[in-house]
């Protein structure tokens, strides 16, 4: 499995657009890459899952360049309610269990 | 409400114990996921089984156990308590044995407190 790293932490404001990058040098070619939203005392919700390039829904869009080395979340105009801790995986059809990092805390302030 | 269902959602016991948690898959999965997370640790994968059969096993210890049953319920047993498994317990399930990323779904935990 791929391994992943990302910020610990990160801070914003109520209404501005947060990115947050994920590295995954050793990504494979069978591997997609997902990002996951968990809350205090919540279960971790699934957000987003992309290849390459762009894919937007409607709560997020997630950027991955050519060489999928790396994969950015973008979260735009957040709120208070978007303070959670967000994952990002790398799998592939064939993984047999995810595994889950540290995450990055997203702290946003009024 | 994500379809897994978890029972109970608060346990408090007393090290030394043993203590059963419960999931309920989401309707029409057939994998269930269980992971621990503590404070310091994270969410840690325990185990997985698909229509009743244990798939992948992670990091859990031998006082633990789980089985999936025919109705595909799963329960997670934990013996001989030790403080340090107090944690918040989750449980996933998917459609498909494997782990793809997309098909996952989470239950609300249960949050045990060993005392």
């Known amino acids: 499995l791929a391994k992943t790293t990302q910020p610990i932490s990160m801070d914003s404001y109520e209404g501005q657009e947060v990115n947050i990058t994920c590295s995954h040098n050793n990504i494979a070619t069978n591997d997609y890459i997902t990002w996951y939203q968990q809350f205090p005392s919540q279960g971790p919700r699934f957000i987003i899952q992309g290849y390459k390039t762009k894919v937007t829904n409607e709560v997020a869009s997630l950027f991955i360049p050519a060489d999928r080395k790396s994969s950015t979340l973008s979260l735009p105009r957040v709120s208070l309610s978007d303070t959670a801790v967000y994952y990002c995986?790398?799998?592939?059809?064939?993984?047999?269990?995810?595994?889950f990092g540290t995450g990055t805390r997203l702290q946003v302030f009024p | 409400d994500s379809g897994v269902t978890q029972t109970p959602k608060h346990l408090i016991t007393a090290t030394g114990q043993r203590v059963t948690l419960r999931c309920s898959p989401r309707?029409?999965?057939?994998?269930v996921y269980w992971y621990q997370q503590s404070l310091d640790q994270g969410l840690q994968f325990l185990i997985q089984?698909?229509?009743?059969?244990?798939?992948a096993k992670g990091n859990i210890l031998e006082r633990f156990s789980a089985q999936q049953f025919p109705d595909l319920h799963s329960e997670l047993n934990l013996s001989s308590l030790e403080l340090g498994d107090s944690a918040l317990y989750f449980c996933a399930s998917s459609v498909v044995d494997r782990a793809s990323g997309y098909g996952y779904t989470f239950g609300s935990g249960t949050r045990l407190t060993v005392v």
């Open positions: 995986l790398v799998s592939s059809y064939n993984t047999d269990k995810l595994i």
């Open positions: 089984y698909y229509n009743g059969e244990e798939r």
């Open positions: 309707s029409g999965d057939l994998s």
